[in-house]
């Protein structure tokens, strides 16, 4: 079993939709949990981050995290063609040398139709 | 303030050939981490670097080696280049203690033949 595990899609939705993008995690010991953005040919672009449970929003993102489930999402409110990109879940442990290293999910491919 | 840069952004090579591949962090920020990322694999983390020192390692064999210099640069080497070592190598910058917010740059596209 894979530590992250991500849909990789492809999700393809309607200008203006709400996107929900998930992945789910076995390591216990994730503590950090980020959403990155990456777009053909670039860098990942790191959107949001948030540290245990709970929920962290800005502008149209929300992030969730549910570590009794092992579950994270990213909520996209009111999508944009411009937010057509791949979504990339990532974790880091609280401890030692894990803690220095982001384990990634495969990433979701998303389009957004104008 | 710059961002990541790594170069170069494409390379070509051959089976059996060794490449080096560059890595300038954010101005300010100690740890330089790298990572492979092609289609079937995603995203797999090689090594990160803390002030000159390698402070964790990933699944990789030896063929893959990294340093960091004292100005934070940091440099990676594959020798004996096998067609699979074909993928984007990203290098992401931390200006913590540990890992957590790390900025990407965008990346070298490596190409074995």
């Known amino acids: 079993q894979k530590e992250v595990e991500q849909d990789p899609g492809p999700l393809s939705v309607p200008e203006g939709a709400i996107v929900s993008l998930n992945c789910t995690y076995s390591?216990?010991?994730?503590?950090?949990f980020m959403w990155y953005r990456q777009y053909s040919r670039k860098g990942p672009e790191l959107l949001m981050y948030?540290?245990?449970?709970g929920n962290k929003e800005d502008g149209r993102f929300t992030a969730q995290v549910d570590k009794s489930s092992k579950y994270i999402s990213l909520f996209i409110r009111d999508s944009q063609p411009s937010d057509s990109a791949t979504y990339l879940c990532?974790?880091?442990?609280?401890?030692?040398?894990?803690?220095?290293?982001?384990?990634f999910g495969k990433g979701t491919l998303l389009t957004v139709n104008p | 303030k710059a961002g990541v840069t790594q170069t170069p952004r494409y390379l070509i090579k051959t089976r059996g050939q060794q490449v080096t591949l560059s890595c300038s962090p954010i101005?300010?920020?100690?740890?330089v981490s790298w990572y492979q990322q092609t289609p079937g694999q995603g995203l797999q983390f090689l090594f990160e670097?803390?002030?000159?020192?390698?402070?964790n390692k990933g699944n990789f064999p030896g063929r893959f080696s990294g340093r960091q210099f004292s100005n934070s640069r940091s440099e990676m080497n594959v020798s004996t280049l096998e067609l699979g070592d074909s993928a984007l190598y990203l290098c992401?910058?931390?200006?913590?203690?540990?890992?957590?917010?790390?900025?990407f740059g965008p990346g070298t596209r490596l190409t074995v033949l």
């Open positions: 992401a910058s931390s200006g913590t203690s540990s890992v957590d917010e790390q900025f």
């Open positions: 390591n216990s010991a994730f503590q950090y």
């Open positions: 948030t540290y245990s449970s």
């Open positions: 990532a974790m880091s442990a609280n401890s030692g040398g894990s803690n220095y290293k982001l384990t």
């Open positions: 101005s300010g920020h100690r740890s």
């Open positions: 670097y803390f002030s000159e020192t390698q402070r």
